[in-house]
């Protein structure tokens, strides 16, 4: 049996918005618990913020301060969610540190975390981290 949602008068929908949206896998196949707490908000908003076919050119600082982080965590996570092979970036000209972001296809399966073999954690563990956070004041 398939639940009712709860507050039928609040269904999303994407024809009324902009473009955005997260791909199920990121769930399903472990990337979520792969990820440090600073690539899922750096992820969360390149989603958010990229066109249809995944670009986005947020300057580093400009995402740092929508995100409440410090532009070297934003740069760190950039980094990282390329290593993952998440996320591409390019420079808009050669020694420029701001530049294009593009949100990938997902891969097939998760790449080996080259930053030390960091575990995989659960939904739950991530969304208590999360609570966690909010409940103190850190998100």
Do not use: N
């Amino acid at each position: 049996m398939k639940p009712h949602p709860i507050r039928s008068d609040r269904i999303r929908s994407i024809r009324q918005t902009a473009f955005g949206w997260l791909d199920h896998r990121l769930k399903r196949d472990g990337w979520l618990g792969r990820m440090t707490s600073e690539e899922r908000d750096l992820y969360l908003f390149l989603c958010l913020a990229a066109d249809e076919r995944g670009v986005s050119w947020y300057a580093f600082g400009t995402i740092a301060k929508l995100l409440a982080r410090d532009v070297g965590e934003v740069r760190r996570a950039s980094g990282g969610l390329e290593t993952l092979d998440l996320v591409a970036f390019r420079p808009f000209r050669a020694g420029d540190g701001d530049g294009v972001h593009q949100v990938l296809s997902m891969p097939p399966i998760p790449v080996a975390d080259a930053r030390g073999g960091r575990e995989a954690r659960s939904t739950k563990e991530i969304l208590g981290e999360i609570l966690r956070r909010a409940d103190h004041g850190s998100c």
